[in-house]
């Protein structure tokens, strides 16, 4: 099975930050990968896939890069809806997900 | 507008066989490409990608849940139905449904989700 490993765990940032959110495969994935944001008590959102498609209606302030085993989500200014915790998920053999980034307010 | 609605027991004794029903709307399971799957989220942990099953009847099951995983579709009534036998506490979670987009291959939509207690 393929592992995704997040760092960091949680992340302590304040609004207007550049946030970066590093996800690594245990093995290549080509650029199936997606980011979700989730909020307490909320469904997961879907962000990003394909490693930097950017989702209808998600805030262009929000981009993803990466191919093979390395990716990494961008929050270019961080805004006060951005709180939150931020999963990545392979899709490229079944499918799995990282075990989370908490954005908390600094 | 695709939806999705998880329906099952809030509660369930250990050992017991979970059955939670997925009704969709805005899709059909018989188009090419499409698939629904089944997620699930311990309190105060990550996601855990379940089992998923696709337009064509073809299923997908996690590795280390598969031999206590059942899916099904009834594409008539449109839901998918999961079983998940012998259940134990750790298995205390909410329990998602998702569609899986048939071009783009990602879980855009999720069900909100229903909430399973395992207690005696």
């Known amino acids: 099975d393929i592992q995704m490993t997040q760092s960091p765990s949680t992340l302590s940032a304040s609004v207007g930050d550049r946030v970066t959110i590093t996800c690594r495969a245990s093995?290549?994935?080509?650029?199936?990968l997606a980011w979700f944001q989730q909020k307490p008590g909320k469904v997961p959102k879907l962000l990003i896939y394909k490693a930097s498609s950017l989702e209808s209606g998600v805030p262009s302030r929000f981009s993803g890069s990466g191919s093979g085993t390395e990716f990494t989500l961008t929050i270019s200014s961080l805004q006060p809806d951005d709180f939150a915790t931020y999963y990545c998920?392979?899709?490229?053999?079944?499918?799995?997900f990282g075990q989370g980034t908490k954005v908390e307010i600094k | 507008q695709i939806t999705l609605k998880e329906s099952g027991p809030t509660v369930v004794k250990p050992t017991q066989t979970l059955t939670l029903t997925c009704i969709f709307s805005g899709f059909s399971l018989n188009t090419s490409g499409v698939a629904v799957v089944w997620i699930r989220q311990p309190p105060g942990k990550a996601l855990e990608w379940l089992a998923l099953?696709?337009?064509?009847?073809?299923?997908r099951y996690s590795s280390s849940l598969k031999n206590r995983l059942t899916i099904t579709k009834d594409t008539s009534k449109n839901q998918v139905v999961l079983t998940m036998t012998n259940m134990d506490p750790v298995d205390t979670a909410t329990y998602y449904c998702?569609?899986?987009?048939?071009?783009?291959?990602?879980?855009?939509?999720w069900g909100q989700g229903t909430m399973v207690t395992v207690s005696s």
């Open positions: 998702a569609h899986r987009d048939a071009t783009r291959r990602v879980f855009g939509i």
């Open positions: 093995q290549a994935i080509n650029v199936w």
């Open positions: 099953i696709y337009w064509d009847d073809d299923k």
């Open positions: 998920q392979q899709y490229n053999t079944h499918w799995t």
